[in-house]
T-cell receptor
Framework: GEDVEQSLFLSVREGDSSVINCTYT??????LYWYKQEPGAGLQLLTY?????DMKQDQRLTVLLNKKDKHLSLRIADTQTGDSAIYFC??????????FGKGTMLLVSP | DSGVTQTPKHLITATGQRVTLRCSPR?????VYWYQQSLDQGLQFLIQ???????AKGNILERFSAQQFPDLHSELNLSSLELGDSALYFC???????????????FGAGSRLTVL
């Protein structure tokens, strides 16, 4: 079945780059997503990547996809304290539903 | 504000009781999804409706049911509540049914259910 794995916690200093990693199992996933959840809020889409792409850049965010290893990463450049949140990786499993990882808590210290 | 409205924001009830969670999707979105978020299980997909019809079913217990009404709002009914049902319940909506193209879900802020 589908499964999405993420490390649970990452701590960085303000100004550093953060890299959040994710592995997925469904090789038929056509899109992979990154969502962000701030305290007390719902999930907010950050970006997504089509499975035939290796990389996508959007301002401070860079997504890398290694389809052979089923590995997805999210790099946040110049991480700010406002980036502290839980980051979820997701794959589209089946026709319409998304399967999410358990989330990586990013803590940015000044 | 994401445009997806969930009520109530917080709910405290006792074991054995029944509750209804309500969701209004973003304007123009036809699909509604329900997810359950707990510390141990993470974010679990429960069920999806598209334009009033059930489209996909996930790990939804038999004690739980949902529906989508003609005005596209959706309700999730949880009955015979147990302590383990305490969780954050999210509703999300999307324009399409799924399939072709990226399926971008817009999430509400969630309904936090506490069962005592």
């Amino acid at each position: 079945g589908e499964d999405v794995e993420q490390s649970l916690f990452l701590s960085v200093r303000e100004g550093d780059s953060s890299v959040i990693n994710c592995t997925y199992t469904d090789s038929s996933s056509t899109y992979l997503y990154w969502y962000k959840q701030e305290p007390g809020a719902g999930l907010q889409l950050l970006t997504y990547i089509f499975s035939n792409m290796d990389m996508k850049q959007d301002q401070r965010l860079t997504v890398l996809l290694n389809k052979k290893d089923k590995h997805l990463s999210l790099r946040i450049a110049d991480t700010q304290t406002g980036d502290s949140a839980i980051y979820f990786c997701a794959e589209n499993s089946g026709y319409s539903t998304l399967t999410f990882g358990k989330g990586t808590m990013l803590l940015v210290s000044p | 504000d994401s445009g997806v409205t969930q009520t109530p924001k917080h709910l405290i009830t006792a074991t054995g009781q029944r509750v209804t969670l309500r969701c209004s999707p973003r304007s123009g979105d036809l699909s509604v999804y329900w997810y359950q978020q707990s510390l141990d299980q993470g974010l679990q997909f429960l069920i999806q409706y598209y334009n009033g019809e059930e489209r996909a079913k996930g790990n939804i217990l038999e004690r739980f049911s949902a529906q989508q009404f003609p005005d596209l709002h959706s309700e999730l009914n949880l009955s015979s509540l147990e302590l383990g049902d305490s969780a954050l319940y999210f509703c999300a909506s999307s324009v399409a049914e799924g399939g072709v193209g990226a399926n971008v879900l817009t999430f509400g802020a969630g309904s936090r259910l506490t069962v005592l």
